[in-house]
């Protein structure tokens, strides 16, 4: 079956340290997705690429960042420079105007 | 700027319909409009989406407005597993979709 993997489930951090979330997708889509969601939030987005090697920042990118060297892969790096990085994170795919594949989520916390 | 306007939050009974509405007011002629509804802890699961005409699949139908400002998302049975926040999102470019904050449905027995 086709879909969006996203590992791991729960992630721990330690603060001052950086931690890349996993997003895979064997759904043939050319656009990728991450965005952040806290609780009783909606979803905002963090980054997104349209096409391989080329990403664009979205509405809250400062102390995050990705690349976008396979159309399968879409790796998060949630960096230091994140002053709050405890949040539920969300891996999506699309390809045309078809809508979007989420993944499962990642839930991350800074101990 | 929020693109959608949405209740906050919405009860049902079980087995009856439901009527989900979004105001969209800002709405240009090339944006679809898209519902995804949410579980917790899950990914939005996208339900439905159109863009002048109304639209039905097996989950749910949407009715949008003929000056296509407002929508309604219809569940025509809610079931305890419709219970879920529903996003309504305006689509206004190929590949940059906005949630806002979505509508809490809350279904009883």
């Known amino acids: 079956d086709g879909g969006i993997t996203q590992s791991p489930k729960y992630l721990f951090r330690k603060e001052g340290q950086n931690v890349t979330l996993s997003c895979e997708q064997n759904l043939n889509h050319d656009a990728m997705y991450w965005y952040r969601q806290d609780p009783g939030q909606g979803l905002r987005l963090i980054y997104y690429?349209?096409?391989?090697?080329?990403?664009q920042k979205g509405d809250i990118a400062e102390g995050y960042s990705v690349s976008r060297e396979k159309k399968e892969s879409f790796p998060l790096t949630v960096t230091s420079a994140q002053k709050n990085p405890t949040a539920f994170y969300l891996c999506a795919s699309s390809q045309g105007y078809a809508g979007y594949t989420f993944g499962s989520g990642t839930r991350l916390t800074v101990v | 700027d929020a693109k959608t306007t949405q209740p906050n939050s919405m009860e049902s009974n079980e087995e009856e319909p439901v009527h989900l509405p979004c105001n969209h007011s800002?709405?240009?002629?090339?944006?679809?409009i898209h519902w995804y509804r949410q579980l917790p802890s899950q990914g939005p699961e996208y339900v439905i989406h159109g863009l002048t005409s109304n639209v039905n699949n097996r989950m749910a139908s949407l009715a949008i407005a003929e000056d296509r400002k407002s929508s309604t998302l219809i569940l025509h049975r809610a079931t305890l597993r419709d219970a879920a926040v529903y996003y309504c999102?305006?689509?206004?470019?190929?590949?940059?979709?906005?949630f806002g904050a979505g509508t809490r449905l809350t279904v009883k027995p």
């Open positions: 999102i305006l689509m206004y470019n190929n590949n940059d979709m906005r």
């Open positions: 800002t709405i240009s002629g090339t944006d679809y």
């Open positions: 690429s349209q096409i391989v090697n080329d990403f």
